[in-house]
Each structure stands twice: as structure tokens, then as C-alpha cells.
């Protein structure tokens, strides 16, 4: 978790200190422009000077707002509220997941000292102070030992599928805005060639600028359906990633557990 702060932090100041070089670049250019325009002014006639300078060039977040505008407000917008409900989520999961990761060997020494200092009860003590699923797994299969290891290893069994449930929840909802957002893309891009061709029919004749509005709109909701869908797959592969990782370390875990408590026994 402190990680994953420590490397959004990261990544928050890199990108603050990018603006300002940019917007100090920019103003060097700037003032640069302006003097030798300044220069340029006082050589040319004064006809040449009543001409109007050119327009400069949008930012990427004007021409973002300005495409997404174009677009149009229907499919654009439902493109747009899921990648907030998908990062929602994703966000959601990765600080869930952050939380339960557990230094399985660390928690696994100190099961093991218990087990052998204090027995059982100081086993179970040390897995109630530690937050994790495979502190809470630990936990039942040593509350079952009494009953004899068979019984322990069947509550470290059905308990750890509870524990990749949790893992896993809601993550099947990133995978449906995944396949969401380009299909409402398409959809709006079909919707807009449709819409130019009833222009062409309601002309009677096909002239570029009748049917350019209507496919360029078509055009923008597959790219920002593609966007979406390419942002929340990285997401989505993170997260799959890490309860892989996880569930990886509650087996070996579990395996360990059942080990200890039969050198226990004997």
C-alpha cells in the first residue's frame, strides 16, 4: 500500500514538474515570438503589419473537450460514466488487494514460534493481530487442529475459497465496461453513418459536407470507446495480476499451515 501511495505521488510531481517546464518553455517561446515579431513590425510597410496573426494551436485538454463535445452528448456521455464506474472499481480493488497482501513468511515464522512457545492459543493470537486473508485462513485451519489435521486442512480448504471471493469481487464488472465502452462505440458510429446517409437521401444528392458532420461523430465515439476500453484493460490486468499473486501465497501458505500442525501433533 505505502508502495503504491509512494509511486502515485511519483507519478503526481513528475507530472507537475512537466507542466511547469512546458508552461515555462511556452513563455519563453512566447516572449521570444513577440519580440521578433516586434522586430519584424518595425522592417515591414504598414500594410503588412494590419495583418492578422495567426490562431495558436489548442492544448491537448482543449482539443480532448472540444472532440468530446463533438461527439455528441448521448453515447458520448454513457462512454464516459463508464470509465468513471470502471476506475471507480478498479481503484476500489487495488487498495482492497494493497490491504490484504501479507508477508506470508514473516506470518508463517511467527506461527511457528507460537506453536512452539505457546501452543495453539498463542498461534491464533499472533493470526488476530495480522491483516491479510491468509492471517484469516491461518486462523481457521488452527482453530480446526483440535479436531486432527484432516479437519484443519478441510477449514483451510473451504475457507480460502471464501478469501478469493473477496478477492474477486466486483471484478467481473471492469471486464464488462471493457467490452461496454467500444460496443457503444461502434453503436454510435453506425448510428452516425445512418444519419449521414438520410441526409444523402433527403438531398438527393451526395456532397461532402452533408455526410463530413455525421461521420466524423461516428468517428469520435470508436476512438473514445477504444480509449476507455484500453485504460480499464491495464486496470483490469493489474488487478488480475495481483490476486494471482495473492492466491499464489494463501496455497503455499495453507500447505505450510498443514505441515506445522502435523509436526505439531506428533
Known amino acids: 500500500m505505502k508502495r503504491f501511495f509512494s509511486l502515485t505521488v511519483l507519478v503526481l510531481c513528475l507530472m507537475a514538474s512537466a507542466t511547469m517546464v512546458a508552461q515555462e518553455t ?5 516572449d521570444t515570438l513577440v519580440v521578433q515579431e516586434t522586430e519584424a513590425a518595425s522592417e515591414v510597410p504598414a500594410e503588412m503589419a494590419q495583418e492578422e496573426p495567426q490562431p495558436q494551436k489548442a492544448g491537448f485538454t482543449q482539443e480532448l473537450k472540444k472532440r468530446f463535445i463533438e461527439g455528441g452528448p448521448g453515447f458520448m456521455g454513457i462512454v464516459l460514466l463508464c470509465l468513471i464506474l470502471g476506475l471507480a472499481i478498479a481503484i476500489e ?7 490484504s497482501t501479507t508477508n506470508t513468511a514473516k506470518l508463517t515464522s511467527s506461527v511457528e514460534e507460537a506453536l512452539q512457545s505457546g501452543g495453539v492459543e498463542a498461534a491464533k493470537e499472533v493470526c488476530r493481530n495480522t ?22 486442512e478441510k477449514a483451510v480448504v473451504a475457507y480460502g475459497g471464501v478469501q478469493m471471493g473477496q478477492l474477486e469481487k466486483n471484478v467481473s464488472w471492469i471486464s464488462l465496461f471493457i467490452a461496454l465502452a467500444p460496443m457503444l462505440g461502434f453503436m454510435g458510429t453506425v448510428i452516425g453513418m445512418i444519419q449521414a446517409f438520410d441526409k444523402i437521401e433527403a438531398a438527393g444528392d451526395m456532397q ?19 480509449i ?14 495481483k490476486i494471482d499473486s495473492i ?11 498443514i505441515d506445522l500442525l502435523a ?4
Open 26 to 30: 511556452e513563455s519563453q517561446e512566447s
Open 208 to 226: 461532402p459536407s452533408l455526410v463530413a458532420g455525421g461521420i466524423k461523430v461516428a468517428l469520435l465515439t470508436t476512438v473514445f470507446g477504444l
Open 131 to 152: 491483516k491479510g486473508p491468509v492471517a484469516s485462513i491461518f486462523y481457521q485451519g488452527l482453530d480446526r487442529s483440535g479436531e486432527g489435521v484432516e479437519s484443519a
Open 93 to 99: 480493488r487495488i487498495i482492497f488487494l494493497n490491504l
Open 228 to 241: 476507455v476500453a484500453i485504460i480499464l484493460q491495464i486496470f483490469y490486468n493489474y488487478i488480475i495480476a
Open 247 to 257: 492466491v499464489n501465497d494463501m496455497e503455499d501458505a495453507s500447505i505450510t499451515l
Open 263 to 266: 509436526a505439531n501433533q506428533k
